[in-house]
């Protein structure tokens, strides 16, 4: 069975920093494009940031870039979210995506095929 869990959000401060882990397992993920979205409350699902296989096509939200680092570990099957500069408007349920079909991410959410059940993240001013 194929799980992806995500973990590390919580309650920050404006300015502070969180770092989000997904980690999956019942197969491996290393040649396959993984991603994160996010969802806040009566707004549809949007796409945060991708990567393609061994770090390769990196994506990015426009108004995260420069402030979140997507990275991952093929040797742990995980995917990590480094979130600094955080502000309200960032608040969300993250979740973590995987692609089972292609290495290149994409910003849809369609073309994902696995799904973690998300980890909160409140950014308070």
């Known amino acids: 069975q194929v799980q992806l869990v995500e973990s590390g959000g919580e309650l920050v401060q404006a300015g502070g920093s969180l770092r989000l882990s997904c980690a999956a397992s019942?197969?491996?993920?290393?040649?396959?494009?993984m991603a994160w979205f996010r969802q806040a409350p009566g707004k549809e699902r949007e796409f945060v940031a991708g990567?393609?296989?061994?770090?390769?096509?990196?994506y990015y939200l426009d108004s995260v870039k420069g402030r979140f680092t997507i990275s991952r570990d093929n040797t742990k099957n995980t995917v990590l979210l480094q979130m600094n500069s955080l502000k309200p408007e960032d608040t969300a349920v993250y979740y973590c995506?995987?692609?089972?079909?292609?290495?290149?991410?994409?910003?849809?959410?369609?073309?994902?095929?696995?799904w973690g059940q998300g980890t909160q993240v409140t950014v308070s001013s």
């Open positions: 995506a995987a692609d089972a079909n292609s290495g290149i991410p994409t910003t849809s959410v369609s073309p994902y095929d696995y």
């Open positions: 019942g197969r491996t993920f290393s040649s396959n494009a």
């Open positions: 990567i393609g296989r061994s770090n390769t096509w990196k």
